[in-house]
């Protein structure tokens, strides 16, 4: 009689969802609420990271990390300028 073992390819993929979860969040926190969208790409890459160490995860940990920063950037200048901050293209 055959058995059939559960190997982790559920946990892989899941991990490997929330790897690309972290990802969306990382890029698209790069134009809109970095704020809480860089922290989200931070735990999401760290979950991915923990079960599967997929570079996806590791990417998306780092672009959470860029949010962050780039967050933290702005609020800096606002400050500077007195408490606005615009921006001008072209």
Do not use: E
């Amino acid at each position: 009689m055959s058995s059939y073992s559960r190997t982790g390819a559920r946990n892989t993929s899941k991990a490997n969802g929330l790897a690309i979860a972290g990802l969306v969040c990382g890029i698209v926190g790069l134009l809109f609420l970095p704020i809480i969208l860089g922290p989200l790409a931070i735990v999401f890459g760290a979950v991915s990271l923990r079960q599967t160490g997929s570079a996806m995860a590791k990417w998306a940990i780092g672009l959470g990390v860029v949010d962050i920063l780039l967050m933290i950037l702005m609020f800096v200048l606002a400050a500077n300028n007195g408490g606005s901050f615009t921006w001008h293209f072209g």
